[in-house]
């Protein structure tokens, strides 16, 4: 399912095959949490700005229209008119950042619904029910997210349930693609790398999770509050000990420059709801850096975005115009903004695979992942 097609020394190019298409690595993917990107983008717009793999989010599609209605329309590959691969979380992210009221036992989680407050358990079996009836190609293992910092020995416990859960979920998604029901009967389930910011930890869980075996494995909990730096040294340590034969995704990353040197590190997959937010707030990339369409000296500025662009934003409106449209809280500025910056994100990963490609990726990185992040 994955081919390792080259290296530049820990940076990897590849190539991953899913039921609904391959995937070109490393590649970010775009985030449209309840089957739909957050600006008014649809899986059209999707296709025209090169994304490859649209990712989606178990507990807030099993809230709402639940994951048995989508299940009936055919999954979500129907439901959302989206024939490319996708990738969906467990949920447990959103139990434990979204939720209140949780109860963690063996058996899973216990919490309030965030909508309306009621209760509802989630546990590994549950969370691959839910993904089942979604029909993703990639499912997430259901793991506990630690909060950092957090003490040790908590976070030990916790590395040693989601090793358990992880083993029930293995076990309850090959029960589900028995179904006839299952919308996707191709669908894998790949493993979370947990241990917060302790190095031993991360490492112990990596090597216990891959014996597993699994098509795939995430390292989680990380960018979620800490220094990059802390976050490059915890990729250091656990990059190594995770399979050379298998994709690896760093979740929830991040700026232009966190991705350029995660890849560095050996990353191959990445999410972030960065680039959107942002857009909506008018922050936009360029190739020199991000731009704030709220200052006032972008109010007459006729230019585009980014003159080297290649979007239809960019080749079409001024940076005056977009500005004006976020002012006046038209729909079409959050459009037009999240148009643009995920055509940068998606085409900064078609970059970087073909420096890999023609073997100047460390040139690339020098060049490039301190100039994206800064502010103009």
């Known amino acids: 399912m994955f081919t390792l097609l080259k290296t530049e020394g820990r940076a990897r190019r590849g190539r991953y095959i899913t039921p609904h298409g391959t995937i070109e690595t490393p590649v970010f993917m775009n985030v449209g949490t309840q089957a739909a990107i957050k600006g008014g983008l649809d899986a059209f717009d999707l296709k025209a700005i090169g994304c490859q793999v649209e990712l989606s989010n178990t507990y807030h599609l099993h809230l709402l229209p639940g994951d048995e209605v989508i299940r009936t329309l055919g999954g979500l590959h129907q439901f959302m008119q989206w024939d490319g691969p996708i990738l969906t979380d467990s949920g447990g992210f959103q139990v434990f950042s979204l939720a209140s009221l949780r109860q963690i036992k063996e058996e899973g989680v216990t919490f309030a619904s965030h909508l309306d407050g009621r209760r509802i358990f989630m546990g590994p079996e549950e969370s691959m029910r839910i993904q089942s009836n979604l029909g993703s190609d990639i499912a997430m293992a259901f793991d506990e997210c630690v909060e950092n910092p957090a003490p040790y020995d908590y976070v030990k ?160 409106y001024s940076r005056a115009y977009l500005r004006h449209l976020l002012k006046a809280e038209e729909v079409l500025g959050l459009r037009l903004c999240v148009l643009h910056n995920l055509w940068f994100y998606n085409h900064l990963m078609a970059d970087i695979r073909q420096a890999l490609d023609q073997g100047r990726f460390a040139a690339f990185r020098e060049e490039w992942s301190a100039r994206l992040d800064l502010r103009i």
């Open 157 to 316: 416990a916790s590395c040693q349930r989601t090793y358990r859960w992880l083993v029930r979920c293995q076990k309850a998604l090959a029960e589900c693609n028995q179904r006839d029901e299952a919308p996707n009967k191709g669908q894998v389930l790949w493993g979370i790398n947990q241990g917060g910011t302790f190095p031993d930890l991360r490492k112990n869980h990596m090597e216990q999770i891959a014996e597993l075996d699994l098509p795939g494995y995430a390292v989680g909990g990380l960018a979620v509050g800490e220094p990059a730096e802390v976050m490059y040294e915890i990729l250091e340590e656990v990059v190594p000990v995770m399979p050379q034969n298998k994709p690896r995704y760093l979740m929830g990353v991040g700026t232009p420059s966190n991705i350029i040197e995660a890849v560095w590190r050996g990353i191959d997959f990445f999410d972030c709801v960065l680039p959107a937010r942002n857009a909506r707030h008018g922050h936009l990339y360029t190739k020199n850096g991000r731009i704030n369409l709220n200052n006032a000296k972008y109010q007459t500025d006729d230019t585009p975005v980014d003159e080297a662009c290649g979007c239809s934003v960019c080749q079409r």
